[in-house]
T-cell receptor, first 116, second 112 residues
Framework: AQKVTQAQTEISVVEKEDVTLDCVYE???????LFWYKQPPSGELVFLIRRNSFDEQNEISGRYSWNFQKSTSSFNFTITASQVVDSAVYFC?????????????FGKGITLSVRP | KAGVTQTPRYLIKTRGQQVTLSCSPISGHRSVSWYQQTPGQGLQFLFEYFSETQRNKGNFPGRFSGRQFSNSRSEMNVSTLELGDSALYLC???????????FGPGTRLTVL
């Protein structure tokens, strides 16, 4: 069975600090996809990134960067120079691609608070 | 393109009633998935529909059901509501297999 663990539940930082959100996953599949979503107070899950199991290249998008390491089954997310608008709940998710299965398994989420 | 839309946004029901939630996917997306979000259990997968067929189902009782129409719009129904069904119900659509799921704003259901 697949599982996603986000051990951090709440993180509070001051604006402009860098912050890393951890994600550890478990799966028996060799082909899978990892995702990060952001959920602001409005409730809608906003897609941030998708990474497949064959692509271990790190990715940077503006202030956001992701570090995927299959050796440690981790897919961590770093926000550089955090801003108040980054305050939200962040979810890591896993999708095993067995046939047409696109079910997402989510971690419990990390509540990030960025203080001015 | 317009995003995923869900109606209604808020619902208040009493125990024993039934409820129907609606989801319109992004234009061109044929897969629609439903998730339940509660403070205790987090985000849990309910079911997925593709081309009007249920393709995958989570571990929820039979009171939870859904369907998909030929235009890819989907509805989910919960019968005999229980207090524990109070949750945010999120719908997501994707365009291909495997596809990134894009979520709607959710329907917040309160059962009294």
């Amino acid at each position: 069975a697949q599982k996603v663990t986000q051990a951090q539940t709440e993180i509070s930082v001051v604006e402009k600090e860098d912050v890393t959100l951890d994600c550890v996953y478990e799966t028996r599949d060799t082909t899978y996809y990892l995702f990060w979503y952001k959920q602001p107070p409005s409730g809608e899950l906003v897609f941030l990134i998708r990474r497949n199991s064959f692509d271990e290249q790190n990715e940077i998008s503006g202030r956001y960067s992701w570090n995927f390491q299959k050796s440690t089954s981790s897919f961590n997310f770093t926000i550089t120079a955090s801003q108040v608008v980054d305050s939200a709940v962040y979810f890591c998710a896993l999708s095993e691609q067995s046939g047409a299965n696109s079910k997402l398994t989510f971690g419990k989420g990390i509540t990030l608070s960025v203080r001015p | 393109k317009a995003g995923v839309t869900q109606t209604p946004r808020y619902l208040i029901k009493t125990r024993g009633q039934q409820v129907t939630l609606s989801c319109s996917p992004i234009s061109g997306h044929r897969s629609v998935s439903w998730y339940q979000q509660t403070p205790g259990q987090g985000l849990q997968f309910l079911f997925e529909y593709f081309s009007e067929t249920q393709r995958n189902k989570g571990n929820f009782p039979g009171r939870f059901s859904g369907r998909q129409f030929s235009n890819s719009r989907s509805e989910m129904n919960v019968s005999t509501l229980e207090l524990g069904d109070s949750a945010l119900y999120l719908c997501a659509s994707s365009s291909r297999d495997p596809g990134t799921q894009y979520f709607g704003p959710g329907t917040r259901l309160t059962v009294l």
